[in-house]
């Protein structure tokens, strides 16, 4: 996992919020899902989802909540404080850099963009200290299905990419995460990876030692 991906660990997120603007709107439910290689191929493991009390003074918008199907007042979903949540998270994250010997997670999300910053500005409000994912970079598998598969939208690049995809589970955070990590190992197992060259060591310090000549 270190050597494919430069040292970082890919952890797929998905966060379900209470609208479009990440400083006035809530995430109302954060998802993750690990990966993993086996028999040489990238596969998704396990998953972890919790349910979130809307920040105080948060703004949700009733739009929001008729896509994403979620009450927000509804004890049974047993919500957690952003803080508690991101600390849930973020000791996950690092158990499973820590197995992996990875030194920094990097964000895999669809429409990566969007989450990373509802994700910063939820680490801003709680001023949770040590965040594993690395600061700006991320891996947005939206653009990953544009460039694999022609299209942009999660199911109907799951679908060109034989993943199934049920509709009516759609905009649950978990669900989106773990289809999302399904495509994002679609397309790096598809990947024609290009290893690292390795140069023959010279004594001399020059390359091509063995050639004749120079061209």
Request: aromatic letters at 8%.
């Amino acid at each position: 996992m270190s050597e494919r991906f430069r040292g970082f660990l890919p952890v797929v997120i998905d966060l379900e919020t209470g609208g479009f603007n990440p400083h006035v709107n809530p995430i109302l439910e954060m998802a993750a899902v690990e990966v993993r290689f086996e028999g040489g191929q990238l596969i998704p493991g396990d998953g972890w989802v919790r349910a979130i009390h809307p920040f105080p003074g948060g703004m949700i918008e009733p739009a929001a909540l008729k896509i994403t199907g979620i009450d927000p007042a509804d004890p049974k979903r047993q919500a957690l404080s952003e803080a508690e949540a991101l600390k849930q998270m973020f000791a996950g994250v690092r158990r499973a850099l820590k197995r992996e010997g990875c030194h920094r997670a990097i964000m895999v999300a669809h429409n990566a963009a969007f989450d990373q910053q509802f994700l910063h500005r939820a680490i801003d409000r709680t001023q949770a200290k040590r965040s594993p994912f690395h600061p700006f970079t991320f891996i947005d598998t939206a653009s990953l299905a544009a460039v694999t598969y022609g299209h942009t939208v999660l199911s109907e690049a799951c679908s060109r990419a034989d993943i199934a995809f049920d509709a009516s589970r759609a905009h649950s955070a978990l669900y989106d995460a773990q289809r999302t990590a399904e495509l994002f190992c679609a397309v790096v197992n598809a990947w024609r990876y290009r290893a690292p060259p390795v140069s023959p060591a010279d004594p001399a310090g020059n390359e091509n030692a063995n050639s004749e000549g120079a061209s």
